[in-house]
């Protein structure tokens, strides 16, 4: 379960948003609302890459005492991921397969499903924002999370990856992985149902 | 044409000094801070008329400047490359004559304190009759400026054509990067003059001071020597930390701990110092001292860094960095840098761990 309790996310004294109370428990999670209205900076705070206020916790982990445990359970992937131009994608999945501690073979299947394997040994740089969305995408998957935090994950990546990507969440909520998305197109799983929610007025709430 | 002037100054000639003011700072400071105040005139003197009768010294000063228009040449195409700068293209839109005169402003302004220096040179020339070097002198900035001008004319109208990069030699990896190679493939691969010349001026500093006559083994000449070409690096810690803010934000969800990113940033530094180290165990070091010092330097660097968590500004760095070194200084004079080295360790994780998760990047950090 992962839990925030009164999280409250300001720049320059701007209130962006504040959760007095919210709970996930498990599937899919569909964070919806209009541009600007503090979508990604939620994830990002549940990531535990901005400061805040307030307390989340992951399965009774708290992001304050114990940031690497609750780090190992929460992946994130960005809307517009950034990596070093000059590292090849192979750099970056063998870094992430080591910290995660994850399996070779689990990583080898992602690199496959994603069709990522014709390109992974070139430099970052030559790649186009499609494929270094595709990358993205694998880094999430790599390591055994709790949650996975997909910010805008059907942006940029071709018609072809789509169902991929779907097929790769349905095995991975098949073992017990939850999800928490952003998206401005329809999330289209017919085998998972997924609750809504609205970020809106600074704060979040079921619809 | 003056909003053309304005606008290639804010993108090129402003980030020019902004990026290049540890080096300058350190230019100006062994050009006017290393002697007496009452000398520096009488110095200078003798450091312009060595250049105006002395053929070889002429030469070295035109290997200089001709290192410091390579400097401009390439942090302009760096500038040029930046996918936020391609609208400066446009210009190639202009006549022939006038965007060779808007490159020429460019290649001035970004040259100044070259021009700043020749003309005194220059003046006290004429005034000692030296007329065949001052001529001389005149033709190889001239020279040097009109070819810069008309470079930067064709890269701006065939943008389709060319590619200027200095590459430094890559060491060949097969293995799985670790992450201090993550930090020193920037500087080798997006970074390489920058990283070229604040070596190059970090290990002339430590060869300069060694050269300092002393009656007996001092230890402290090194580590005055070392501190200069500390700092000459910062631009490189301020540059490594303006990468971990746009290319390696995804370090901020990988779970490793506090002191193991620390741990990690010091080994970057421990390798980035390996020059430094090697040039001061030839020059006879004693090997105790030399650890010592390792440890100094590298700490040094990691405080520089460490700060930056708390705010990633370019100007505050340096004044910074103005008085983290004068105090240094001090402390090396007075003989208590092993209370600084631990010190700047402490001082380095205390930063690193308050502030690592709570600093977010803003628009400053270009």
New interface residues.
Partial sequence: MLTLHRVKKE?HSNLIIQVDQLQFDSGLYWIQGNNGSGKSTLLKVI?????FDGDITVNGIDLRKQ???Y??R???V?AE???????TGI?LI???T???KAKKEEVDFLVQKFKISSFIHQNIGTYSSGMVKKLSLV?AFIGQPAYILLDEPLVTIDKDTVPILYEVIELFAAKGIHFLFTSHQAFDIPSLSHRELLVENHTICFL | MLSVTKVLCKVVVARFYERNAGLFFVVFYLMFGIVESNQIISYHQSLIYATLTSAIFQLMVFGVWLLYSLKCIQFTAEQLRQPQNQFVFQLALLTQSQLFIQSLQLILLLHLPVLAYTFFIITLGIGSQNYVSVGSIIVFQAGLYLASAQWLVYRLQAQHLFRFKIELPQIRWNW??P?PL?YI??LT??LPTVFFFAKVASLLCIFGFLQIPVDHYEVRIAILGLLFGLASHSVVVFELRK?EE?????M???????LNRFLYLAITYAILLVPEIIMLAINHVHWMDLIGIYFFAVGFLLLSHSQLFKKLDNEKYLQWMLGFFLISFMLVLFKIYWVELLALWLLGYHYSAKYY??F?ASSEAN
């Avoid at chain 1, 990531?47 to 400061?51: K, L, Q």
């Avoid at chain 2, 746009?246 to 995804?250: D, Q």
């Avoid at chain 2, 901020?252 to 506090?258: E, H, K, N, V, W």
């Fill in positions: 720049y990531a535990g890459m901005i400061p940031p690497v445990e780090r190992r929460i992946h994130y960005e991921p950034l990596y070093p131009p000059f590292l750099d063998a870094f992430f080591r910290v995660r880094l | 799985p990067k992450l993550f493939g920037h691969t997006q990468m746009r290319f390696l934000l995804f901020r969800t990988i779970p490793i701990s506090l998760y709570q977010e």
